[in-house]
């Protein structure tokens, strides 16, 4: 406190203590890790992204997602595009009017170090646009500081098991938390998370990704689209899709 110091707790998986090579120097071991002369910081990575560790997680998104095209938004994009804005005009009275841009999803991909600044945005940007899916990828680090905040402002969240194909390889040491955060629609209840349909396509997917290699596109698809499917159904049959008893 005297040094005026910010101290952070940050929990690791073991398996990177082994390659940072503090588990093995308890047992004289003195060949791996930092101790063959490699930077400490290189096992600390909460300044990468999920797709700057593994690239091949970008076109596994756009595989499922309503937007093949789909790119991660900028550090910058997070206060601008992220909300819809693309530029704007001033008017006859001098007042600055945001132009709003067509997307219709939008990818945050932070770094653990950013991501709660990145979480406050999209919490943001959810009630400014509610027609927009907003999909959030960060690895499982430093979670103290926004893991709070992503589940109350999402409608679904999910962790991407290690050894996941190319997609996510046991090299990265954490589970990848993917969330979505669906469009509200039209109809009570007006915001689809806790809802048994998205529960079930929620468990569904967790199952899938304890039980077998598959990569749960269909799911994840199903999810995409279920708030516009909704939004040209009558409320009784929203209510039947929502809260049918099927298992996903």
């Not at 690239?55 to 900028?74: E, H, M, T």
């Not at 806790?194 to 569904?204: C, D, F, S």
């Not at 040209?232 to 929502?242: A, E, H, I, Q, Y």
Request: glycine residues 6%.
């Amino acid at each position: 406190m005297s040094g005026r110091i910010c101290l952070h707790m940050i929990h690791i998986a073991g398996s990177r203590m082994i390659s940072q090579g503090t588990d093995g120097l308890s047992r004289g071991n003195v060949n791996s890790g930092v101790m063959t002369g490699l930077p400490i910081l290189q096992f600390v990575p909460l300044h990468l992204s999920a797709l700057q560790r593994s690239p091949p997680v970008l076109s596994w998104v756009g595989a499922w997602s309503s937007d093949s095209s789909l790119q991660p938004l900028s550090p910058e994009g997070w206060f601008t595009s992220g909300h819809a804005i693309q530029g704007g005009i001033y008017t006859d009275d001098n007042i600055w009017v945001p132009n709003q841009t067509p997307n219709h999803t939008f990818l945050w991909c932070p770094a653990p170090a950013a991501a709660s600044a990145t979480v406050d945005e999209l919490a943001m940007s959810r009630l400014k646009r509610t027609h927009i899916l907003h999909i959030f990828l960060c690895p499982r680090l430093f979670t103290s500081s926004w893991r709070k905040k992503l589940y109350k402002v999402s409608d679904l969240v999910v962790e991407l098991p290690l050894g996941h194909h190319e997609v996510w390889p046991h090299t990265m040491h954490e589970t990848l938390l993917l969330s979505l955060t669906l469009p509200f629609i039209p109809v009570f209840p007006w915001q689809l998370k806790n809802t048994p349909r998205v529960l079930a396509l929620g468990r569904a997917l967790r199952r899938m990704w304890q039980e077998s290699q598959e990569d749960g596109r269909d799911i994840l698809r199903q999810l995409c689209n279920l708030s516009s499917s909704l939004a040209s159904m009558s409320p009784s049959m929203v209510r039947n899709v929502l809260y049918a008893p099927s298992d996903g």
